[in-house]
């Protein structure tokens, strides 16, 4: 080969051995399983967690989950409305999100049991 000759170019990527597809292990570590959905109740918890400690004068969960069990079974329907929608809206994403990652190859609860 002469020295003079400029080499050819190749891309950024290049290499000499080409990578065999990914095996079905590597796919499956790639999809991570969706998390399911905070249900109406937790929701309203997490917006309102810091008012509830203040309220307790403790910051220990039993504390505030206390209060917020009591709190949230004297809510009205209308005050709890806004958080069933957003929690049922949640739910249907989990579904959609659930039935993409099945149908990619994933196996439901598999996270939980590793």
């Known amino acids: 080969r002469c ?6 170019e190749t891309p950024a990527n290049f ?3 080409p990578r065999s597809p990914p095996t ?3 796919r499956m570590a790639a999809l991570e399983e969706p998390k399911r959905p905070q ?27 206390k ?12 005050a709890k409305k806004p958080y069933e929608a957003k929690g049922k809206d949640l739910s249907k ?8 990652f099945v149908a990619a190859g994933g196996g ?7």
């Open 3 to 8: 020295r003079t000759s400029p080499r050819p």
């Open 67 to 78: 209060l917020a069990g009591q709190k949230w079974k004297a809510m009205s329907d209308a």
């Open 39 to 65: 249900n109406p109740y937790w929701l309203w918890l997490s917006e309102n967690r810091e008012q509830l400690t203040k309220e307790s004068g403790s910051a220990g969960v039993g504390a505030v989950g």
């Open 108 to 114: 439901k609860g598999k996270r939980r049991a590793e």
């Open 24 to 26: 079905r292990k590597a």
């Open 15 to 17: 290499s000499r051995f």
């Open 93 to 100: 994403l989990y579904a959609q999100k659930m039935a993409d």
